[in-house]
């Protein structure tokens, strides 16, 4: 998703924020191959992300969220009961807010904005315009995991041997 994509008026309006929103969606899915597919319809219950995407833009957006967390759109959305997709298997019914996880992923699109918008973005090795990679997505935390899982800390031994090793390393490099 680039801001070129949008109209200009509704680019220059959502800046910043477009700036974080594409970074969440880290991954676009690749183009999908085969017949061309009808254009998705436009979202119509948009709390967080800016209501000017279209279709396709959040489409992209929840395949990056599908790969970072590591689930499926079920995850998230809950079923509609009263309709079926032309494989038998039962819809989903984005605009739907019925599931407790689609608020929490709200909340946690809030939160990963303004740490790139606040806290990230002003690391000084970031304002010498190192790669936007370092953009905080949520596959920086969560890793392709739902529940992101802990991070152990190496064992004091663990940590002095890896010190050894790296030492070791820096002077065979010198040499
Ligand atoms: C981690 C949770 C999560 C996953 C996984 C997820 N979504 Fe979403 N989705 C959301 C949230 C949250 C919103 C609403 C964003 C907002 O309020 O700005 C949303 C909105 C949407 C919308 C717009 C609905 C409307 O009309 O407002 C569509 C369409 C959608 N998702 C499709 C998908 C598809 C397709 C997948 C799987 C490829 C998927 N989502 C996976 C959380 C998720
Ligand atoms: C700064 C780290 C961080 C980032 C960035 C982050 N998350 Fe999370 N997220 C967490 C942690 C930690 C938890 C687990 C909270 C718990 O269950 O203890 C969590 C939990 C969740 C849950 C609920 C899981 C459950 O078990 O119900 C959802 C959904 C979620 N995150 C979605 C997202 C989405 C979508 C993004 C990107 C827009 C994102 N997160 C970015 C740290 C992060």
């Given at each position: ?120 973005s002003r690391v000084e090795s970031k304002q010498n315009n190192e ?45």
């Amino acid at each position: 998703m680039k801001l070129t994509s949008l109209p200009l008026p509704a680019a220059a309006l959502l800046g910043v924020c477009l700036f974080a929103v594409t970074t969440l969606a880290q991954d676009p899915p690749p183009a999908r191959a085969g017949r061309p597919h009808p254009p998705a319809p436009k979202p119509t219950n948009l709390k967080i992300l800016p209501k000017t995407l279209t279709g396709d833009q959040v489409m992209d957006i929840m395949h990056g969220w599908e790969k970072q967390l590591g689930v499926e759109c079920d995850t998230c959305h809950a079923i509609d009961p009263n309709k079926k997709r032309p494989n038998g298997r039962p819809a989903l019914n984005f605009p739907d807010d019925s599931k407790p996880e689609k608020e929490t992923a709200r909340q946690m699109v809030k939160m990963t904005m303004e740490l790139n918008q606040n806290y990230t973005s002003r690391v000084e090795s970031k304002q010498n315009n190192e790669a936007a990679a370092k953009e905080v997505s949520c596959g920086t935390c969560h890793r392709g995991h739902f529940d992101p899982p802990a991070f152990a800390a190496p064992k004091d031994e663990e940590h002095e041997q890896e010190h050894e090793r790296e030492g070791a390393d820096k002077s065979q490099a010198q040499r």
